[in-house]
């Protein structure tokens, strides 16, 4: 009697690991599975008929894979699949960026630096006139900065999409009151429009735009009718020259290595937040990093911002859209937005 239920027991938790068993593999299979739908869409050339087919054949193979695991001939149908997977994965890694492609006029150029001394040439400064989203006229000028003129550092914060998401642009000033902003953006070809998704399927380009003020702000808040907050940067003044140079270092390295944009790795904040680790030495890793709309809860959190106000205050005393929307055209733009925002003190500097 004994041995019987010893047998039965024996059976019944065989059983149970094999199910287990079953359904690890059929999870890792699914996901595998919908990883390779995704990037067989984003990546396969063609149009949408040839992709849809494409994948039906692939979605067609997979659900046959799971059919013949659970009929008993795992390591048969695992075999194929891996086999299969394996395929895609090659073919995915193969797939280089590119700087030859029709890109849409906003990102069609790179900032480039050239460097004597001091002296910064930057060539495709993006100073376009904004009318519209789709009405502009387009400016890539060449400017020379002064390195021992470089005197501030700002954050601007610009939200379209709820509290969690915004886009970042670091500008940088100068005595002499001129400011160049970088931007880290998508670069997209003229057929495409903006996608998180296809951002982590190689769809994109990455770009780092310089720009002047009036364009990569104004176009934002003017035109796009996003909502900006501008923070001013506590950084010593090496610090603000080693992140100026680390951007134009990045930019020129795009114009002869291009990369792909991704959502999450390569993009406004986590590219800035590489470059600071650099720069200073190991800076914690949060949330924050990922959910850009909270990066100057990040930035505040590690010293960087203005300690002399609490978080709230330097948002309310940066929040720059209405004037920047006052301001508009006019050539003291960079002035009138920062306007109300007390500067830094240079004896609270690190």
């Known amino acids: 009697m004994n041995g019987t239920i010893h047998r039965i027991m024996t059976a019944s938790a065989a ?23 995704l990037a067989l869409w984003y990546q396969v050339a063609g149009g949408r008929t040839i992709k849809l087919g494409i994948i039906a054949v692939w979605i067609a193979c997979s659900v046959g894979v799971l059919l013949t695991l659970w009929q008993g001939w795992a390591a048969l149908s695992l075999s194929v699949f891996a086999a299969a997977f394996a395929a895609i994965v090659i073919w995915w890694w193969r797939i280089e960026p590119s700087n030859d492609r029709l890109w849409a006029d906003d990102v069609a150029q790179i900032a480039a630096a050239r460097f004597d001394g001091d002296k910064v040439t930057l060539h495709n400064v993006r100073n376009f006139d904004w009318r519209s989203n789709t ?34 642009l670091v500008s940088f000033g100068f005595a002499t009151g001129e400011h160049v902003a970088f931007s880290v ?7 495409q429009g903006y996608s998180e998704v296809g951002g982590f399927f190689k769809e994109f380009g990455l770009s780092i735009i310089a720009a002047d003020e009036r364009d990569v702000i104004r176009v934002r808040t003017n035109v796009r009718g996003e909502d900006a907050y501008l923070y001013r940067i506590r950084m010593p003044l090496f610090a603000m020259r080693s992140l100026f140079l680390g ?14 944009y991704n959502t999450v790795t390569a993009n406004c904040t986590t590219l800035v937040y590489h470059m600071m680790t650099r720069i200073v030495g190991y800076l914690p890793l949060s949330y924050r990093i990922l959910l850009t709309g909270y990066f100057p809860a990040y930035v505040y959190g590690v010293g960087g911002l203005d300690q002399r106000f609490a978080l709230a205050e330097l948002r309310t005393l940066g ?17 009138d937005i920062r ?10 500097l690190p």
Request: glycine share 4%; charged share 25%.
């Open 15 to 37: 059983d149970n690991l094999r199910i287990i068993a079953l359904l690890f593999a059929t999870l890792l299979v699914g996901l595998s599975a919908a990883w390779a739908v």
């Open 135 to 168: 009405d502009y006229s387009q400016r890539w000028e060449t400017r020379v900065y002064d390195l021992k003129q470089l005197n501030s550092v700002d954050m601007i914060m610009s939200y379209w999409r709820g509290p969690a998401i915004a886009h970042m």
């Open 185 to 191: 953006e998508i670069r997209r070809d003229q057929r």
């Open 247 to 260: 951007y134009l270092g990045e930019s020129n390295s795009l114009v002869t290595t291009p990369r792909f």
């Open 319 to 335: 929040h720059i859209t209405d004037r920047a929307r006052k301001s508009d055209r006019s050539s003291t733009f960079s002035a």
């Open 339 to 348: 306007r109300g925002i007390p500067a830094i003190d240079p004896a609270s």
